[in-house]
């Protein structure tokens, strides 16, 4: 059975050290919200981490096209 690790996962050490403990997968969902392009970016070796400080201000905006708050003008 395939295993996920998931939960404020932006670091790509994190992804590495998952990956080598056995992780078949990492789940990334707030840290896409905020940058849709970082798995290229990682991949890429352009970044290291991610720009989600997993502040959780998008959870509110599920019901209404969910995203980053931090991205919208204040």
Request: overall charge positive; some cysteine; charged content about 20%.
């Amino acid at each position: 059975m395939p295993l996920m690790l998931l939960g404020g996962i932006n670091q790509l050490a994190t992804m590495e050290r998952a990956m080598a403990s056995g992780f078949d997968f990492v789940a990334m969902g707030r840290a896409l919200l905020r940058e849709p392009d970082l798995v290229n970016q990682l991949q890429n070796g352009r970044q290291k981490a991610g720009k989600c400080i997993h502040c959780n201000q998008c959870m509110p905006t599920i019901y209404s096209g969910t995203r980053c708050t931090e991205l919208e003008p204040s």
